[in-house]
């Protein structure tokens, strides 16, 4: 089973950039789906975007689609969430996490992911 650190995060302003790193240590990081989610003060935690195993395939929330790109470098163990466009909004920690799947599928469900990064804070000052 891999497991997960996230880095990256930081205070930004409105409409600036960020990019956000998972890296995972452990073996067969191809076998696994990754997504990132963000949880803001007294709110759920919710899907952010979603790459497959093998990369081909993402998926993105609504409110950040367009602004946000999620990318998986097998080669390196590294999952990615470039930031741009950022608001005041997407003011939330920032979690990266892991769900070992055989088919090249994606998930908006936090249950079904088994590996959890610690989170990372990004603040957007308007």
């Known amino acids: 089973q891999v497991q997960l650190v996230e880095s990256g995060g930081g205070l930004v302003q409105a409409g600036g950039s960020l990019r956000l790193s998972c890296e995972a240590s452990?073996?067969?990081?191809?076998?696994?789906?990754m997504g990132w989610f963000r949880q803001a003060p007294g709110k759920e935690r919710e899907f952010v975007a979603g790459?497959?195993?093998?990369?081909?395939?993402?998926d993105y929330a609504d409110d950040v689609k367009g602004r946000f790109t999620i990318s998986k470098d097998n080669a390196r163990n590294t999952v990615s969430l470039q930031m741009d466009s950022l608001k005041s909004e997407d003011t939330a920690v920032y979690y990266c996490?892991?769900?070992?799947?055989?088919?090249?599928?994606?998930?908006?469900?936090?249950?079904?992911?088994?590996?959890w990064g610690q989170g990372t804070q990004v603040t957007v000052s308007s």
């Open positions: 996490a892991a769900r070992l799947v055989r088919l090249d599928s994606i998930s908006r469900e936090k249950g079904d992911y088994t590996t």
């Open positions: 452990g073996r067969f990081f191809s076998d696994y789906g």
């Open positions: 790459i497959s195993r093998t990369g081909r395939r993402r």
